[in-house]
Each structure stands twice: as structure tokens, then as C-alpha cells.
């Protein structure tokens, strides 16, 4: 796409968006977050925008407003290891983020705050302008766990997140458990 039509779609988006974001009082959105969003839906306007409600959507949803990560219990969630976005890339360019399931234990940790460490950390890894442009690979890897790792209400919501606001290009589940065969 050359970059007179994206500038375009960008303003235009921009301008519907803070539209919305003057009726309800919150801060405009800036050019780089508009054009995150653009990137996911390779610049369909329309298609942006709505990706922009659902991601909106789904953030008030879980409760998730205001992320500060240098704070209590976010901070060691996102230092748990659960959730790690890899310093290599696959072979088309995708960032590559993993969840490991053994290091999830439902009984010690809140699933809300498992949520707000994966809008983090996802968030953070759409900042690269190198993964808007060629995605992300998401693993959720169950190599090692067991039954007391799994929660299938997170699971759900963590492959539901990946629709937000990126161009996911692939998901993996390596070692699913027999026990865990389930549609989502």
C-alpha cells in the first residue's frame, strides 16, 4: 500500500475514533496506536474500527482500564515466565509469544491479573512496528502440565485476546493433553 493511502486511512481513522473518544472524555488516541490498529486489518478503515471497539470492549470487559506493571500482583505475573514474547522471530518475520501452561497454577494466581500480564506483555509486543507488519505467533505451550494447570475459562479467553490487535498469523498447541481435548 504506498503511503499516501495510509496516511489517509490513518487520518480518517483517527478522526472517527477521537470522535468517539471526545463523546465519552478519554484521552485521543495517538498516531502510532491508530496506525497498530490499521496494520492488523491492512488498513481497512471500517475493519480497524471495529477492531478498535472489541479490543476496547473486551479490556472494559475484564476489567482491564489501567495496566501498571511495576506494581503488585501484576509485576510478578508478568515476572512468572508464564508469559515470555522470544527475542528470535519465525522464518516470515511473526513474533513469536509463548504461554507455558506448567508454569500456571489457578489456585495461587487470579485469572484476572493472568489477563492484565498477557494485555501487557502483548501490547508491548505490538509496539514493534516489525510484528504489526508480519504478526505473531502465539504458543500456548502444555508440554509438562498437568490437569491442576488448566483452566479452560483462561484458555478461552487467552485465545479470544489473540484477536485483538494484531495480525496473528498462527497459533500453536504443542502437547495437548488427552484430557483436554475440547473445542474452544
Given amino acids: 500500500m504506498n503511503q499516501m493511502l495510509c496516511y489517509e486511512a490513518t487520518k480518517q481513522f ?13 484521552s485521543p488516541l ?6 497498530k490498529f490499521l496494520m492488523a486489518r491492512k488498513f481497512d ?11 476496547r470492549e ?17 509485576r510478578s505475573e508478568i515476572l512468572s515466565g508464564k508469559f515470555t514474547i522470544l527475542n528470535v522471530r519465525d522464518p516470515t518475520g ?24 498477557l494485555f501487557y506483555l502483548l501490547d508491548r509486543a505490538v509496539d514493534s512496528f516489525e510484528t504489526q507488519r508480519n504478526g505473531l505467533v502465539f504458543i ?20 479470544n485476546l489473540l484477536k485483538l490487535p494484531f495480525s496473528s498469523t498462527d497459533w500453536r498447541i504443542p502437547s495437548t493433553p488427552l484430557w483436554r481435548i475440547y473445542s474452544i
Fill in 14 to 26: 483517527l478522526e472517527e475514533i477521537n470522535k468517539w473518544t471526545v463523546q465519552y472524555n478519554v
Fill in 30 to 35: 495517538s498516531w502510532n496506536v491508530a496506525v
Fill in 45 to 55: 478503515v471500517l475493519r480497524a474500527i471495529e477492531l478498535f471497539h472489541s479490543y
Fill in 58 to 74: 473486551t479490556r472494559r470487559k475484564e476489567g482491564i482500564v489501567k495496566l501498571k506493571p511495576h506494581e503488585e500482583p501484576l
Fill in 94 to 117: 511473526a513474533s513469536i509469544a509463548l504461554f507455558t501452561a506448567r508454569l500456571h497454577h489457578p489456585h495461587k494466581s487470579v485469572q484476572h491479573v493472568v489477563l492484565q500480564a
Fill in 140 to 159: 500456548y505451550d502444555m508440554c509438562g502440565s498437568n490437569y491442576a494447570n488448566f483452566e479452560l475459562d483462561l484458555g478461552k479467553k487467552v485465545l
